[in-house]
């Protein structure tokens, strides 16, 4: 098992992340490079897709923990493994 990042480490690419036209994914209004999804295969778009709404499904995520009373597990782990603690 890798360790937990440092909190220094866990910072991602500020949001919000766009698709490009050639599937790289990038923050704006900075243009940083987040990643390349290759658009080769047949899920290739759906993957970027996905991949640009990962800051706004985080927070919402943590925003639906905040407001409610049900303890949510799997948004517990999805939190803990996109900050890099699982």
Known sequence: ???APSPEQNK????????????????KPRYESVC???????QGAANAALISAAPE????LK???????????????AIAKAEGRQ
């Open 57 to 60: 499904l985080l927070e919402a």
């Open 36 to 42: 390349i999804v290759l658009q080769t295969v047949p």
């Open 63 to 77: 925003l639906l923990l905040e407001a409610g009373d049900h303890e949510w597990p799997a948004a517990r782990a």
């Open 1 to 3: 098992m890798t360790p």
């Open 12 to 27: 991602h690419t500020p949001a919000p992340w766009v698709v490009g036209r050639a599937g790289e994914v990038y923050s």
